[in-house]
Each structure stands twice: as structure tokens, then as C-alpha cells.
């Protein structure tokens, strides 16, 4: 049987015997049994290792001092069933039915019944932590029957959570000062504003942060002396703190986005932040106008004129913002608008559905041949020359023959051997219109000092057009006196030419 075996309270000592284990092992070992309540010894039997434990008679053997001792759960030991005499160190059961009392009887709660041993429920139990009695010879200031740390009193070892602020102090001086209440339980502290100064573990000066000592400068989260903000360089300009610890705004113009369509833009000083405006509506109301916004100058409600006339089309109906304005009659010709000029092409550019109305008119004539002299007797009275008409010319010369371009006033070209049929279908030979056919030579003889010149037609000047003998012209004298005469004829036959 094993010299040293650990129990649930209250169990009888068989059944303690062989919750221990059966390896044979006399009293050579302790079976630590975080369940077990203490070591019981069987009757006779003394623990090794110094350990004290309360004997199944109901009697203790204390062990060596400093030998350690097993912890328990807070049960008492077991009674035996009354079937032996009983062994306590000198007390006899006498006639208690085999049931010794033991030391405890009538004890008062937490009597030291033995070395390190206590009266717990009339039971002599070792004196633990957490047994409920607080054992002043283990130095235990309280017990709370809970294992909560920081409550007051410490689950571990039965002493206060704090007696002073010493205990309390977590060396952070930015959350505040720490105190112990007079429940023994710590108090936090009042944390220090932001920026208020403080040491840094190294030993570095610092100032406070979110409750930390934090190394000051721009980024640290905290305004120091010549920044205007610090967000701890969050990277986001647009917070109200940019990262070079200035205010993202604090004047409408740093807002400004030139953007003129969606609004404009303020400033939040409360914030320094910037605030959107409320976005333009451009719409007018004027089916005769564009609506847009243009980012430079806002909305833009130019009127539909596709020719730039300044009117819009008929078609839009009644402009609101500019009455009067939807009555062009052709948006295509910017010379066709209400009120416009009217001009000599059937068109009604004024666009009241007449057409050339109060248009001076003139006398156009024919041009048929367009050499530039028209015919007398062809012409119309209209506002402006249609094609194939001129108005008169200045010099008041008319063409004689308006189908041939070659005749006009202004012919000086070379006599013709051929003519032409004039508007009477006669055969004509006056070229330059002058009423006259001149024929190019002439039937004389001229002197020009001491020659003649010309000829003559000895069978008579033949018509234009005709051929006929010609002779020549010789300077004869008589008698004293020169003259030309015609002479040297012969078989030469011209054509009389003409113009």
C-alpha cells in the first residue's frame, strides 16, 4: 500500500487509497493531486519529505520543517467508519462510536491546530490562500473568494491590491496620477492635455499625446510652439491639418477650385476645412437659348443662331429671355432676319413674306452676246440686272448687233472681207455700229508731197464684200504743173473690204 495518499474531502480512506495510485511505492513519494483536499496517512505511518498531514485516525504528524506542502481545496479530512480504537496523539475516542473529533473540536475557525495547519469547518486543514480565513500568520490582509487581480486583494497571494499611490503608479505621466482608494483598489488618473510636457523613457523631453509621451515636432499629433495644426501627418491635406502642420484653409480663396460650375467654395474655421458650394443651375428657361457652364466664367445661355444673325429660329417659338428673337425665317443666311435689309433676289430677307418691296428699280437691257453694249430694244425694269442683262452704259452707245460679239461701237479691228446679218437679217459691214460701211480703200489718188497715194476703182467702187480692177495712183506733170493720175491698171482684182 502506498505510504502517502491524496483524497476528496470527505471521502473515506479506502476510497482516498485508491484515487493515490497502486504502484506499491511505500511512503517514498507525495501524489500531488491538484484535486485531492491534503495528504492523509494510513494508521501507524509517518509522511517522508516533512510534509504534515492529518492521519486517518483523526490525529496530524507534522513533517520537518520546510518541507513543502500540498495544496487543498478547502474540504476537511476524512473521519474512518468507527471501526478502529482511534490514534490522536494521546486522545482516545472513548466511546464516540469510533468517531475522534480531533483537534478542532470546538475550536474557533482558523485555530492553528498544527506547524502551518488551521481549524477550518471543525476540520485541521493546511492554512491557504483562498480558504476563506484571513491567516495573519501567512501575512494575508484580505480575502475576497475570487480570483480577479486588481479588485482590492490579490487572488495569489491574499494581500491588499494597493496601500499608497506608489502602487498604483504605471510610470506614464501623461494619463495622470494614479491613487489607491480606500478600498485598496487603484484609481486612474486624470489624463494631462495634449501638448502638456512630459519625460520619455530615455529621458528625453516629450509632451503628451493620447495619454503617451510622444517626441515633439510636426507630426507628433500634437500643435507645438509655430505650427498651426497637428493631425500626426495623416497624409490627408484635406482634413483641416496638412502634413506640414498648417491649416488646410482658412480664407474662401485657398477653397477655390476654378471651378465656377460647381459652386463656390467656403472655408469651416471652426474646421479649417474646406466646403463645396452649391452646383450653378444654368437652365434659363428659354427654349431659345444653349445652356452650359463654362468652368472660367459660369453658366453660358447663348441664343441658337446657327448663322450669327442675332436671331434665333422660328421654329423655337417665343423666346422668354429675349422676346422677339425666334422670327428668323432662314437661320442658314445671316443676311435674312427680322428687319433685315431687303435686297433685289426674290427672296424676303426681312422676312414679312413679300419679297423686294420698296426696292428702287432700273431698266436692264439685253446683252446677249455679252461684249458689253447692250441692245436698245430689248430691256426690263427690275430691282437688280438679271442675267444676260446691264443697266445702260454710261455713254449711251448700243450695240447694232447683239448676236455677234464682234460688232459693237468699240470695234477699231481690221476691215472685213465678210459681214454679218444684223437684227433685220441684212448683210452688214458696220462693224463699229456707226451707221456707215467704210470700205478700206478708197477710190482716189491723194498726193502726199512728192507721191500719191490710194487708188481707184475704174469700174466703179464694187460693194462691200465684191472685187473689182484696181488701179494705182502715179505723180504725172504737164506743162509745169504735177499731178497724181491713175495709172498702172491691170489685172489685179481686190475684194472691197469694209468695217
Not at 446691264?390 to 477699231?412: F, H, K
Not at 455700229?433 to 475704174?458: A, F, I, Q, V
Request: with cysteine; net charge negative.
Amino acid at each position: 500500500m502506498p505510504r502517502h495518499i491524496c483524497f476528496p474531502l470527505l471521502l473515506s480512506l479506502l476510497t482516498a487509497l485508491a484515487a493515490c495510485g497502486e504502484d506499491g511505492n511505500l511512503c517514498g513519494e507525495l501524489v500531488e493531486d491538484e484535486s485531492c483536499g491534503c495528504c492523509v496517512c494510513p494508521m501507524g505511518t509517518t509522511p517522508v519529505d516533512g510534509v504534515s498531514c492529518a492521519l486517518a485516525d483523526g490525529g496530524v504528524i507534522t513533517a520537518p520543517e520546510g518541507a513543502p506542502v500540498m495544496e487543498r481545496d478547502g474540504g476537511a479530512p476524512p473521519m474512518d467508519a468507527g471501526t478502529d480504537a482511534g490514534r490522536d496523539g494521546g486522545r482516545d475516542a472513548g466511546t464516540d462510536g469510533g468517531v475522534d473529533a480531533g483537534p478542532c473540536a470546538g475550536a474557533e475557525r482558523g485555530a492553528a491546530c498544527g506547524s502551518g495547519l488551521i481549524c477550518l469547518d471543525g476540520a485541521c486543514a493546511p492554512s491557504i490562500c483562498g480558504d476563506g480565513f484571513v491567516d495573519p500568520m501567512r501575512d494575508e490582509q484580505c480575502e475576497d473568494g475570487n480570483d480577479v487581480p486588481g479588485d482590492g486583494c490579490e487572488p495569489s497571494s491574499c494581500t491588499f491590491s494597493c496601500e499608497d499611490a506608489g502602487d498604483c503608479d504605471d510610470g506614464n505621466a501623461c494619463d495622470g496620477a494614479e491613487s489607491c482608494g480606500e478600498d485598496h483598489v487603484c484609481v486612474e488618473g486624470e489624463p494631462l492635455d495634449a501638448g502638456a510636457e512630459c519625460t520619455r523613457s530615455g529621458g528625453e523631453p516629450g509632451v503628451c499625446n493620447a495619454e503617451l509621451c510622444v517626441a515633439p515636432g510636426c507630426g507628433n499629433g500634437v500643435p507645438d510652439e509655430g505650427e498651426e495644426c497637428d493631425d500626426g501627418a495623416d497624409g490627408d491635406d484635406l482634413d483641416g491639418c496638412r502634413d506640414d502642420c498648417t491649416f488646410t484653409c482658412e480664407t474662401a480663396a485657398e477653397c477655390d477650385d476654378d471651378d465656377a460650375c460647381n459652386g463656390v467654395e467656403s472655408c469651416d474655421l471652426a474646421t479649417h476645412t474646406c466646403r463645396n458650394g452649391s452646383p450653378l443651375d444654368c437652365n434659363d428657361g428659354d427654349n431659345c437659348t444653349e445652356d452650359s457652364c463654362d468652368p472660367s466664367f459660369g453658366c453660358r445661355n447663348p441664343l441658337i443662331d446657327e448663322d450669327d444673325d442675332g436671331f434665333a429660329p422660328a421654329r423655337l417659338g417665343t423666346c422668354s429671355t429675349m422676346p422677339g428673337s425666334s422670327r428668323d425665317c432662314d437661320d442658314g443666311d445671316d443676311s435674312t432676319y427680322p428687319g433685315a435689309p431687303e435686297q433685289c433676289d426674290d427672296i424676303s430677307h426681312d422676312c414679312d413674306a413679300r419679297v423686294d418691296e420698296d426696292l428702287a428699280t432700273l431698266r436692264c437691257y439685253r446683252d446677249a452676246d455679252e461684249d458689253g453694249w447692250p441692245d436698245i430694244m430689248d430691256w426690263v425694269e427690275a430691282c437688280a440686272c438679271p442675267d444676260g442683262f446691264i443697266p445702260e452704259r454710261a455713254d449711251s452707245q448700243w450695240d447694232c448687233a447683239d448676236n455677234v460679239p464682234l460688232v459693237n461701237p468699240g470695234y477699231d479691228g481690221d476691215f472685213q472681207e465678210f459681214g454679218y446679218l444684223d437684227p433685220g437679217a441684212r448683210l452688214s459691214w458696220d462693224y463699229d455700229c456707226d451707221g456707215t460701211e467704210e470700205p478700206e480703200l478708197p477710190n482716189e489718188c491723194t498726193r502726199e508731197g512728192d507721191s500719191c497715194t490710194g487708188g481707184t476703182w475704174p469700174d466703179g467702187q464694187p460693194p462691200c464684200g465684191e472685187a473689182g480692177r484696181r488701179c494705182g495712183c502715179l505723180l504725172t506733170s504737164f506743162g509745169g504743173s504735177s499731178g497724181c493720175l491713175a495709172t498702172l491698171c491691170g489685172d489685179f482684182s481686190p475684194v472691197n473690204r469694209c468695217r
